[in-house]
C-alpha cells in the first residue's frame, strides 16, 4: 500500500543493465543458485529466506550471505521462458477431489484485521461500532500488488502454519496474484510496478518466483489464488486500445508462466473472468472460453487450475431479484447468469469450469448510475459472508476478494492511479466508506 511508495519510486529509478549482475528484483542466491550473486546499481542482493535471495532497491538488510550450496531433493524456482515441461518448483502432485475451500480453516489477514480494528474505534455508535469489529472475523483475499510484499506472504503462511498445528485444523490462505506489467490496460488507472517496454515480463517472472519461494515453504498450508483481476477481460473486449494490444503477448506469458509455477507447488488457482457487465454479454461469452481454454492448454493443462473468478472488486449481485436498469437489456444480468451461460462454453473447450464470486460490496442493488462505475459507489454495503453453500455446483465459494474500506484508485489528477470516479488515494483507508458498508450489510452484520 502507501508505505511501499518511496521504495517503488526509488526502484523505477534504477536502470536495468545488460550485464552479469542480477537486474532489481531477480535472483542473486539460494540454495541450488549458480546465476551471480551480484546486482546491478542502486541494488543489493538479500536473503529471503534459505531458497531464494533477491536484488532490492539499497542496502541489504541481511548479515546473511547468499546461499549457493547444494540444492536438497527439490529444486528451487527458476525463471525463463515459460513451456508446459520447464523448469518448475516441486510441491503437491495431484489436487484433492471437490472443492478445494471445503475441510478448510480461512486465515484472517493480519493487516486487514488491524485496519478494520482501527476503523470499529473511530465509530462512536456503539451498535455500529460492534458491526465493525465482526467484520475482523470475516476472510478476505490479500492483494500481492508489488514484488516488495512478497516476503509478507511467507509470514502469513509460516502464521497459518502455526495455526493448524496448535489446532490441527487445516489452514488455508487467499491471495491475489496482481502485477502484470501494464496490468489493466485498458482503465485510466491501475497500471502497476512493471512496464513491458522495461524488461516487465522478465520483471513479472521474478515477482512469480518471489511468491513461489515464501509458498514453497510451507506445503502443508493450503493456497487459494485469483490470477491476474482485470487484464485478461481486456483481451476479449479492448484489443482496439493500443495498449491492451501491445500488452496481449506479456499478458499471456505471464499468466501462462504464473499457472506453471504455482501448479507445481499445489496452489489452486482461478483465473479473473471479469463479470457479468463485461464478459457475460452473449456476444462475449465464445471469445472469452476461447481465451481461458487457449491460455489453460498453452500452459501444459495445469491441474490446480480450478476455474475463473468472478466480480472481483466490483458491485453485481450473484443472484439479483430482478435486472437492475443499467444492465441495458443485457440477459446476464447478474453473476448467476453469467456464470450458467459461460460454464458450458468451457466445458466444451476442455477448461474446469468452477468458480468463485466476490460478493464484499455486493449487499446493496440498484445504485448505479452505469455498470462501468465499480471504484466506490455510494451507497454499496458489505455482501454475502464467505460460504461454500453457494447454491450451484458450479461456485466453489461466495469470497470477499476486495477488502471492503480500501480504496481502488485516487481522484488526485497528480497520481499515478488516477481515476476521476475514485477517492481517496489508491490502497488508503476510507473510513466514511467503511462506515457506509457496515451500516447497509445486506445480510446485516
Same mark, same amino acid.
Given at each position: ?31 541450488g ?6 546486482c ?7 536473503? &529471503?529466506?534459505?531458497?531464494?535471495s ?23 524456482p ?9 523448469s ?13 475451500f ?27 461500532k ?12 490479500t ?17 497459518a ?7 490441527? @485444523?487445516k ?21 502497476? @510496478?512493471?512496464?513491458?517496454a ?29 490470477i ?12 482496439n ?8 503477448d ?28 463485461? &464478459? ?54 447478474? @453473476? ?6 459461460l ?51 458450479l ?11 480500501e ?8 497520481s ?24 447497509n ?5
Amino acid at each position: 500500500m502507501s508505505k511501499f511508495a518511496a521504495l517503488l519510486a526509488f526502484a523505477s529509478l534504477v536502470p536495468f543493465l545488460a550485464n552479469a549482475a542480477s537486474p532489481l528484483y531477480g535472483q542473486c542466491g539460494g540454495i541450488g543458485w549458480s546465476g551471480d550473486t551480484s546486482c546491478v546499481s542502486g541494488a543489493s542482493c538479500q536473503k &529471503l529466506n534459505d531458497y531464494y535471495s533477491q536484488c532490492l532497491p539499497g542496502a541489504a538488510t541481511s548479515t546473511n550471505a547468499p546461499t549457493t550450496s547444494a540444492p536438497p531433493t527439490s529444486s528451487t524456482p527458476t525463471s525463463g521462458t515459460p513451456t508446459g515441461t520447464g523448469s518448475a518448483p516441486t510441491g503437491t502432485s495431484t489436487p484433492a477431489a471437490g472443492n478445494p475451500f471445503e475441510g478448510y480453516t480461512i486465515y484472517l489477514t493480519p493487516y486487514y484485521a488491524a485496519e478494520v480494528q482501527a476503523a470499529a474505534d473511530a465509530i462512536t455508535d456503539s451498535t455500529q461500532k460492534a458491526k465493525a469489529l465482526s467484520v475482523a472475523n470475516i476472510p478476505t483475499f490479500t492483494w500481492f500488488d508489488v514484488i516488495a510484499k512478497a516476503p509478507t506472504l511467507g509470514e502469513y503462511l509460516a502464521d497459518a502454519d502455526a495455526k493448524a498445528k496448535a489446532s490441527g @485444523e487445516k489452514y488455508l490462505v487467499q491471495i491475489v496474484v496482481y502485477d502484470l506489467p501494464d496490468r489493466d490496460c485498458a482503465a485510466l488507472a491501475s497500471n502497476g @510496478e512493471f512496464s513491458i517496454a522495461n524488461n516487465g515480463l522478465a520483471n513479472y517472472k521474478g515477482y512469480i518466483d518471489a511468491l513461489a519461494a515464501q509458498i514453497k515453504q510451507y506445503p502443508d498450508v493450503r493456497v487459494v489464488a485469483v490470477i491476474e483481476p482485470d487484464s485478461l477481460a481486456n483481451l476479449v473486449t479492448n484489443l482496439n486500445v493500443a495498449k491492451c494490444a501491445g500488452a496481449q503477448d506479456a499478458y499471456k506469458a505471464g499468466v501462462t508462466y504464473a499457472m506453471q509455477q504455482l501448479n507445481a507447488l499445489g496452489v489452486y488457482m482461478y483465473l479473473d473472468a471479469g463479470h457479468a457487465g463485461w &464478459l457475460g454479454w452473449p456476444a462475449n461469452l465464445t471469445p472469452a472460453a476461447q481465451l481461458f481454454a487457449q491460455l489453460y492448454k498453452d500452459a501444459g493443462s495445469p491441474q490446480f487450475v480450478r476455474g475463473l473468478a468472478t466480480n472481483v472488486a466490483n458491485f453485481n449481485a450473484l443472484s439479483a431479484s430482478s435486472p437492475d436498469p443499467i444492465t441495458q437489456g443485457n440477459s446476464n444480468y447478474d @453473476e448467476i447468469h453469467y456464470i450458467n451461460a459461460l460454464a458450458p462454453a468451457l466445458a466444451s473447450l476442455g477448461f474446469p469450469a468452477h468458480f468463485i464470486v466476490d460478493q464484499a460490496r455486493s449487499g446493496v442493488q440498484n445504485i448505479r448510475q452505469q455498470w462501468g462505475d465499480w471504484c466506490n459507489v455510494k451507497g454499496a454495503g458489505f455482501g454475502t459472508r464467505p460460504t461454500t453453500n453457494t447454491g450451484s455446483s458450479l461456485i466453489d465459494s461466495i469470497a470477499w476478494v476486495k477488502p471492503g474500506g480500501e480504496c481502488a484508485e485516487t481522484s488526485n489528477t497528480s497520481s499515478p492511479y488516477h481515476n476521476t470516479h475514485c477517492v481517496p488515494e489508491v490502497g488508503t483507508w476510507f473510513q466514511a466508506y467503511f462506515a457506509t458498508l457496515v451500516k447497509n450489510a445486506s445480510p446485516p452484520l
